[in-house]
């Protein structure tokens, strides 16, 4: 029998209890998240027609033509690199890009859940804290919805925010592996090229800890090194393979600042998720213990915000935004957890632990209150349901057209040009010029005379249409038609200045029509198209 010397001491009930509580509410929290995000992300999934660009620069890597868009046309009329070479050694493996890209998509939110909830901390609190990250994060709709897309948006916002911290925990652990935060910043470099914006920061950050004395030259020296050579080797490879220094379709996209419209896109931003709100909440994380990584995460958050707003932000739905919501997420978190320790009374620190709580409560509202975008494009600015309608419409007319050239309806051997260069040249694997000069070079660099919708504003001229025997123009960005569209469609379009009703022609391909201008002579278009009646408009609206 134990005498009471031999005894072990009780432990501390309260304390005990207190983290076995906190270490529940953690569960809780990232089950919540994961469990939101994953129902969510899954219902909103969807495939923008921008994704089948990447997917045809895949297709023809994967069969050997060499990253182009047209077999022997040398234009890198993408920016996510990596994200194109994991899409051709799937379709490598027999994958098809189409699941493969969403599936990656999902698995990248996942580990971005993941790291979000590992940054909030150790101890009890700390995994708290990493349980609130998580559902915050996994809450926001544009979040969970931009989890698929099949664009490489979730796989970069994973890659710069696991470098982020990764970073932040080299530089707490002088033990850890210097190189790994490196890499990463690089990979993310690879996927898309504002990625050196964020390693930059993250490299001066490095070098001014350095000059004061709080990290090692080798550290700087091994960081700049580790995320130099695979980003320049890309870079002078993209120089003798494509002759630019730069992708195509930044001078298509980026043809100078555009404020305004910059300003418009983080405003829509503004009224949906009321992001403002917060602010006074993520500067408190400057008075926390972590107040020095809050300045590299804020950096990294202001610099970001600021090249969205200077090119005059997306096309597409936040999709930009997406990128930092884990650092502005973090900095919320933070300074909130830091708000009880501003009070030197038991009180005090009560009544703020209580404002803390509100104040993550108040964000948890807003973001859930924000997904709500009903009605059509804003400022030429496309909600996530136009993208999926338009996207499902097009892989629609691309699967039937495709269908068609395998039965031999149609030529395998077409010149096509679109406005909407996704899913149409994708499966139709015709040769395709896009009117908006994203793949094409010449378009690319033709003087801009005024702004428009942004990424559209330039078009291929009806001499360029020409001179490329162009005989399928996708005038307006659809091609097959039912009977009654047709004779419903105006007839009055215009391109280039001059109107269009003189080159418009149509081909019956069973119940639907193939509806097109055509820039090649009527004899050439019928060899073309040989065995098929072409008839114009006026042919068309004859009595049936």
């Not at 994967?62 to 990596?82: D, S």
């Not at 992708?247 to 931003?269: C, D, E, I, M, S």
């Not at 000069?437 to 378009?443: E, H, M, Q, S, V």
Request: glycine share 10%; proline share 5%.
């Amino acid at each position: 029998m134990l005498t009471q010397a031999a005894m072990p001491p009780e432990p501390d009930e309260p304390a005990a209890g207190a983290r076995r509580g906190a270490h529940a509410l953690a569960a809780l929290l990232a089950l919540a998240a994961l469990v939101w995000w994953g129902t969510h992300a899954w219902r909103e999934r969807f495939l923008s027609d921008d994704a089948f660009i990447s997917f045809r620069y895949a297709e023809h890597l994967a069969h050997g033509l060499g990253l182009v868009w047209n077999a022997g046309e040398r234009v890198e009329g993408y920016t996510n690199f990596l994200w194109v070479l994991l899409m051709a050694a799937g379709m490598r493996l027999g994958l098809a890009p189409e699941g493969l890209s969403i599936a990656l998509g999902l698995a990248s939110g996942l580990a971005l859940l993941a790291v979000v909830f590992v940054a909030g901390g150790a101890g009890p609190l700390g995994r708290v804290r990493g349980g609130v990250l998580a559902l915050l994060l996994a809450a926001h709709g544009s979040f969970a919805a931009w989890s698929t897309s099949g664009l490489e948006t979730m796989l970069f916002t994973l890659l710069v925010w696991g470098a982020t911290w990764r970073f932040l925990v080299e530089r707490r652990e002088p033990a850890r592996a210097p190189w790994v935060a490196a890499l990463l910043f690089a990979l993310a470099a690879l996927t898309r090229p504002e990625g050196p914006l964020f390693a930059g920061l993250a490299g001066l950050f490095l070098v001014c800890e350095c000059v004061r004395g709080r990290a090692e030259l080798r550290r700087v020296l091994v960081f700049g090194l580790v995320f130099a050579v695979p980003v320049v080797a890309h870079v002078l490879w993209r120089r003798a393979y494509y002759g630019d220094w730069l992708p195509n379709t930044f001078r298509a996209k980026v043809p100078g600042t555009w404020f305004g419209q910059g300003a418009v896109y983080l405003g829509l931003y503004q009224q949906h998720y009321r992001a403002l709100f917060l602010v006074p909440f993520a500067l408190l994380a400057f008075a926390g213990k972590r107040r020095s990584e809050a300045a590299l995460v804020a950096a990294m958050l202001v610099a970001y915000l600021a090249y969205v707003l200077a090119v005059g932000g997306d096309r597409f739905e936040f999709r930009f935004l997406v990128v930092v919501l884990p650092h502005f997420t973090w900095l919320v978190v933070e300074g909130a957890s830091a708000l009880p320790g501003l009070a030197a009374s038991p009180a005090t620190r009560r009544a703020l632990a209580v404002a803390s709580i509100a104040a993550l409560a108040l964000f948890l509202v807003l973001t859930l209150r924000g997904y709500r975008w009903e009605g059509g494009e804003v400022a030429d600015i496309q909600p996530i349901a136009g993208v999926r309608a338009y996207a499902e419409r097009r892989v629609e007319e691309g699967e039937f057209l495709r269908a068609c050239i395998e039965r031999g309806e149609l030529p395998a051997n077409v010149v096509l040009c679109v406005g909407g260069a996704g899913a149409v040249p994708y499966y139709t694997r015709w040769t395709t010029i896009d009117r908006r000069g994203l793949n094409d070079a010449t378009i690319a660099r033709l003087p801009m005379t005024e702004r428009g919708v942004i990424a559209h504003e330039r078009d291929a001229p009806e001499d360029y249409l020409i001179a490329r025997h162009v005989a399928v123009f996708d005038y307006v960005n659809r091609l097959v038609w039912t009977r009654e569209q047709l004779e419903h469609a105006r007839t009055d379009r215009e391109h280039d200045g001059k109107s269009l009703t003189p080159r418009l022609r149509a081909i019956r391909l069973g119940e639907s029509w193939l509806a097109f201008a055509s820039f090649v002579p009527d004899a050439e278009l019928a060899t073309v198209f040989r065995g098929h009646e072409i008839l114009t408009p006026d042919q068309l609206a004859k009595p049936r």
